[in-house]
């Protein structure tokens, strides 16, 4: 059951491998009290504000470092640059020096200049840069409706992004609040349509995920009378059996025997 099954940095490296523009580039994600980090090289500048946009949409990430995330080049339209003569051509095919005279126009062979290519190459540059663009403020706005809701602040939502489609993930209280979250990704300009397929509705997710470790961003679970790890990792994972990751996680060396008050961190 996701929020629970995977780590704030697995969900990032997911969304990010889910881009057909960054999926290749091998981008290392990690994540401490909220900030994930971003490292790995990719083509352009506009790569790594792209990697930034998704990685804001993740749910529990408070910020994103990307100084560790270089850029091979820059996406500034190259130049064309006068045609070079080829080895071994004629001197009248040479540039002019200062002591000869220019030599004439009609009898400088003419070297096809290939600008179609270099101007095509400028335009892709700037509609990548548009693009990357409009991710970041369609994300950032659906982002910001859903957190500024007060039914569905304190919901684990993932904000993804398809082109000029919003992808929601996770965890909500109701059929009411999936409605809502939907309704709310709607309403933002630009969005053309919304996926909630992987919007689950788990009641009292909220009183799952209020509490957490300050220092490492965890999941707190405070042991009630009655409790056992297996009924607490149904709780969270939908799966008594990953009991033992909890157990292993809380350095548990017996799994039976939990007492009431006891903290508990749910990893991932």
């Given at each position: 059951m996701w929020p629970f099954g995977k780590s704030t940095a697995d969900r990032v490296k997911e969304a990010i491998a889910a881009q057909p523009r960054l999926k290749d580039a091998g981008i290392q994600v990690s994540e401490q009290r909220g900030t994930v980090k971003l490292v790995g090289m990719v083509?352009?500048?506009?790569?790594?504000?792209?990697?930034?946009?998704?990685?804001?949409?993740?749910?529990?990430?408070?910020s994103v470092e990307v100084s560790g995330l270089i850029a091979q080049q820059s996406t500034t339209p190259v130049k064309a640059s006068a045609p070079q003569p080829a080895p071994g051509a004629p001197a009248s095919a040479q540039a002019p020096s200062a002591e000869a005279p220019a030599a004439r126009i009609q009898d400088i062979p003419a070297t096809p200049v290939q600008m179609p290519d270099i101007v095509q190459q400028g335009a892709g540059d700037v509609?990548?840069?548009?693009?990357?663009?409009?991710?970041?403020?369609?994300?950032?706005?659906?982002?910001?409706?859903?957190?500024?809701?007060?039914?569905?602040?304190?919901?684990?939502i993932d904000v993804l992004q398809s082109g000029k489609s919003v992808i929601l993930r996770g965890v909500v209280d109701s059929d009411h609040e999936k409605r809502l979250a939907e309704k709310l990704a709607r309403e933002v300009d630009g969005v053309s349509g919304v996926d909630a397929a992987g919007l689950r509705v788990a009641q009292g997710?909220?009183?799952?995920?209020?509490?957490?470790?300050?220092?490492?961003?965890?999941?707190?679970?405070?042991?009630?009378?009655?409790?056992?790890?297996?009924?607490?990792?149904q709780k969270y994972y939908g799966d008594p059996m990953e009991y033992k990751k909890i157990a292993h996680y809380n350095n548990i060396s017996n799994p039976d025997?939990?007492?009431?008050?006891?903290?508990?961190?749910?990893?991932?």
């Open positions: 083509p352009t500048a506009a790569h790594v504000a792209l990697a930034r946009a998704i990685a804001e949409g993740i749910s529990g990430v408070r509609e990548f840069d548009a693009e990357v663009e409009d991710h970041s403020r369609i994300a950032k706005a659906v982002h910001q409706a859903i957190r500024g809701n007060a039914e569905l602040k304190d919901d684990p997710v909220k009183e799952l995920v209020k509490d957490k470790d300050e220092d490492t961003g965890d999941t707190v679970y405070t042991v009630k009378a009655g409790d056992s790890l297996s009924a607490i990792a025997l939990i007492h009431p008050g006891q903290k508990i961190r749910i990893p991932g």
